[in-house]
Each structure stands twice: as structure tokens, then as C-alpha cells.
């Protein structure tokens, strides 16, 4: 069966990932929702139908970039996850506080530029609240040439993410004062330095060799020593195998749901925004000890 035909049948199966995503937006927009808990099942729903593209190794109709071999578009759109992800919070967090959160925003940090996925005020330099968003997880899937990808746990290679959040944490805080910075304590100076740090993470349960404990402690363990908070979303396949069912954080969990930290952070927003709802004008150090615009790419040599 061509790949057409293949998408043809599973979209009358499934449905199409590309219109619950415009179709959980538009919910989101319309109604002024500023909960997940109010659109979860719409997101377990658009994973799930994402997902049976993948394990049947087809690409959506219409979408990514058709001149590209289906194999390689069907990865770039199911990469795409990510950013439907981070693109729905911030419309969340836009809705609690009226204020523009920028996506994927390019932000000036002590050493380097960082791509954060949702920051306030929208500007490139002296953001006041920084949050990395996080998709993880994924089923098993036959390629074209029979070869076969193992699902993907919600933890694979997150020894290089938490390293990568605690350094773009600690980077972001150092900004202002450069060289002049006094640490001290280090939680004391953490807790105070701004921005305010967060990470918001959802993940696909694997079966049989997951456990959302683990996804917690490895949160809680980030919001100990580097970070301002963090939220978990979690879910797994039902057992009769007709979709995603969400999963609930273990009993005495000091690691939050989306909505708490969602909560959290907006709360922080609205209370820096002060009456005016005016963000606060960014403060830029007297000397740089390294100016990142001086650095080569980052995918240069």
C-alpha cells in the first residue's frame, strides 16, 4: 500500500494529528482556558493518534514538508511534540496573566545565548521567568527497511537534559552581575538571583520499564539544588489499548502538577507586572565578562 493510501486509512482510524493540535489551540484561545487539567485529554488524544503514525511509520497528510522522503518527515513532524507542548502552556500562562509569553525566545546569559522555550517579559536579555518544557517518551516502531526502533522511557538520555537545565539555570542568573556576582550561600543566592527557573515535563509512560517515581525524583532533585519548581505530566497506555490514560504523582510527591507550577509562575508575573501590568525594564550589567555575540555559532567548528 502507497504511504498515501496508508495515511488515507489510518486518518479514518484515528483522525489527523495536525487538526487536534489547530483544534486544541483554538479551544484553548476561544474559551480563555488557563488550566491543563482542561485540555489533558485532548493532549492525551492528539499523542495518541501522533503516536499510531509513528509506530505505523506513515506521515500525516499535508503536513511537514512534502518534498522531504516520508521517513524523515514523519521525524521532524513527530519532533514536533515538543513545541505543540511548550506552545500550549504558554497560551495557558498568557491566559492567567494577559501578558505576552515568548516562545523558543533567544536569551543573553552570562556565557551564552540560550533558546528557552517559554520566557517573560518577551526580550532577549534580563527575563525575570524562564521554563524549559520537556516531551519524553515514545513506542516502538518498524521502519521502512524492517528495521525496529525500541520504545523510548521517559528518562532515556535525561542525564544531558539535566545537565543542560541546571547549566542554562545557573547561566541565566549570572547575567546581571557578571564578574561582580557574590554567591555565598548558594541557596540563598539561587532562590534570590532572578530569573525564576522551572522546568514542565510530560512523558509517555513505557511499559514495564518506567516508573514515574523516578521521573520525580529526578525533578526533585533539580528543584533542590538548581531550579525554582517543577511540574509533571505523565501518562501510559490503557489496557485495553484504545488510548492514553493520565497518571496521578505519587502519595507525599514534593514535585507539583502542571497546573500548580502554571499557577506558580503566573502568580510570579502578575505580582513583577504590579498594577500597571508593565514588565519591569531589564537591567544590563556595566561589563560583560564574555560577550556571546562574540562566540561562534553553535553549530559552527
Known sequence: MA?????????????????????????????ALAQF????????????TLDQYRIASVPPRAMGKLSTPPERRLGAIYRGKGNWFAETLGLLLHNRT???????????????????DLAWPARTADVRVCAETKV??????TNASGEVT????????????????????TDLKLYRRQQETKID???????????????LWAARIKPGADRLEKMVAEVQGL????LDGGGIFAWQERQDGSGYEALTLPLGARVSTLDDVLHRIATEINEQAGP??????????RERALRPQDLPPEDGP
Open 150 to 169: 525500541p520504545a523510548r522511557a521517559s528518562r532515556d538520555d535525561f542525564s544531558n537534559r539535566r545537565k543542560e537545565l541546571k547549566f542554562a539555570a
Open 276 to 285: 500597571d501590568r508593565t514588565p519591569p525594564p531589564p537591567e544590563t550589567p
Open 98 to 116: 494577559s501578558q505576552q509569553i515568548a516562545p523558543r525566545q533567544r536569551v543573553e546569559g552570562f556565557s551564552q545565548y540560550h533558546q528557552v
Open 185 to 199: 550561600h548558594w541557596d540563598v543566592w539561587r532562590q534570590n538571583a532572578p530569573p525564576k527557573t522551572y522546568v
Open 136 to 141: 519524553t517518551g515514545a513506542p516502538s516502531y
Open 223 to 226: 528543584v533542590n539544588t538548581y
Open 3 to 31: 504511504p498515501e493510501d496508508q495515511a488515507a486509512d489510518l486518518e479514518a482510524r484515528v483522525g489527523h494529528p495536525g487538526e487536534k493540535w489547530d483544534a486544541l489551540k483554538d479551544r484553548v484561545q476561544s474559551r
Open 37 to 48: 487539567a482542561e485540555v489533558q485529554d485532548d493532549w492525551l488524544d492528539l499523542m495518541w
